[in-house]
């Protein structure tokens, strides 16, 4: 198996570009790239238009990707570090059609083949890991003893107890990328070439005037003027008051695990998706195990829903979910049991859930230029290209074409039988 190798994974952080790192000098750190194609003269009679893009991660990163490209003239401002938390710390699994039949379902097809594009264009297989996969499904058993038979279809490093098989994605169908190297070549890309500004702040307010966005004002009392805002600060959405009013976003703690295993060659890219049976009985687990490119082997599960705390630098895992994730890779594979890999990382995240299960991607109600992206849960690294495409056309041209984003309005909570207002 080749190793990804990228600047990105590879480096020390005090060697990251400011903005991938935290930092903790002052209020606030502004990046500025060294040429920006979509800075005007005072003279220009036709200047960009002005978005500052709040959070950090995919949706933010990839919102502001494509509003910059476009010419627009982007800041970014991220409280802590770009892809601190879910988009550093998830899968990054693709699928094409697991959303079909679904409210998702034209969301998460534009954002697969704009996944593809992306990869082309940045050369995604090298910069941050993206390739097709084969996905199957299978049952585990803590308590059998019986490997898989000679003529099981499970990858020769899957020797666990494992049965039942089932191909559930195809080189065609599914694929992956490293979400944290994914969101930083992004946002890398935007600041290098489409001059956005990255600042490392929090919000405080959003500067309304006569019904439209005026300003972003930032902890410390800094203002940042701006023709439009796009929030897209995941669960923290659930604490800003201005959308929590309308509609309530919680956070889905996810706990993960990444492991080096010694033979890191014997990984073939074969996702899986468990249905796991621990010893002492009880409800299956939905555990799911990612080989990666980069030699690592990614196991995430154990989800329950809990208060998101107010700074992402501060979420740690529980112990006893950690050990459950590192129980099923050692059953699922010997490769993945100690003494044969290494643990690189034991770490939780916060996906961002709304209450009827569909993310929030639109104008905010009664605000002109507030717009909102968040709620994506799961599928936040799948669908982070065409969210971030369909605000950038929104924000710039008043309506998205890549994707109709009517299911996703946040108008939809207007009204409705226990409105937050």
């Known amino acids: 198996m080749a190793v990804l190798t990228s600047p990105l994974l590879n480096s020390p952080p ?16 502004v990046i500025r790239p060294s040429s920006s194609s979509s800075v005007s003269s005072p003279m220009d009679p036709h200047p960009p238009k002005r978005v500052v893009v709040c959070g950090g991660g995919v949706i933010g990163v990839c919102a502001a990707y494509f509003l910059s490209k476009r010419g627009a003239a982007v800041t970014l401002v991220e ?33 697969f ?43 020769s490093w899957v020797d666990g107890p494992a049965r039942s098989p089932r191909t559930i994605g195809t080189a065609e169908t599914t694929a992956q990328v490293h979400p944290q190297l994914f969101t930083r070549t992004l946002i890398s890309k935007a600041v290098e070439d489409y001059g956005v500004d990255v600042v490392i702040g929090k919000l405080e307010t959003v500067g309304v005037e006569n019904g439209r966005v005026s300003s972003v004002v930032l902890e410390g009392g800094r203002v940042i003027d701006s023709d439009a805002v796009v929030l897209a600060m995941g669960p ?59 030699g690592e082997v990614y196991v995430c599960g154990m989800t329950a829903e809990e208060e998101v705390p107010d700074d992402p630098e501060h979420i740690v895992g529980k112990s006893e979910s950690i050990e459950v994730l590192k129980r099923v890779a050692g ?28 993310p ?44 109709d984003l009517s299911p996703f309005s946040p108008a939809r909570f207007c009204g409705r039988k226990g409105s937050r207002r």
């Open 14 to 29: 005090q060697s990251f570009p400011p903005f991938l790192r935290r930092t903790r000098t002052s209020k606030t750190t």
């Open 79 to 111: 409280k802590s570090s770009v892809a601190c938390a879910a988009s550093g710390k998830a899968g990054g699994f693709l699928a094409l059609d697991w959303c079909d039949g679904k409210p998702l379902a034209s969301l998460a097809r534009a954002s």
């Open 113 to 155: 083949h704009l996944h593809l594009s992306l990869a082309q264009e940045l050369d995604g297989p090298k910069s941050y890991g993206y390739r097709p996969l084969t996905t199957l499904s299978l049952t585990v058993s803590e308590s059998e003893t019986s490997k898989p038979s000679g003529k099981s279809n499970l990858p």
């Open 236 to 294: 923290w959405c659930g604490k800003f008051e201005l959308l929590s009013s309308l509609f309530r976003v919680y956070g889905l703690k996810a706990h993960s695990i990444v492991l080096e295993p010694k033979e890191a060659e014997a990984i073939t890219p074969h996702a899986l998706f468990l249905s796991y049976y621990p010893s002492q009985g009880g409800k299956p687990l939905d555990p799911e195990v990612y080989p990666r490119p980069t």
């Open 331 to 358: 059953t699922v594979s010997s490769h993945l049991r100690g003494g044969q890999a290494q643990v690189k990382a034991e770490q939780a995240c916060f996906l961002p859930c709304t209450d009827d299960g569909v």
């Open 360 to 403: 929030v991607i639109g104008e905010v109600p009664g605000v002109n230029g507030c717009y909102v992206a968040t709620g994506h849960n799961c599928w936040g690294i799948l669908n982070g290209p065409a969210t971030g495409a369909a605000v950038a056309e929104l924000v710039l041209d008043g309506k998205a074409s890549i994707v």
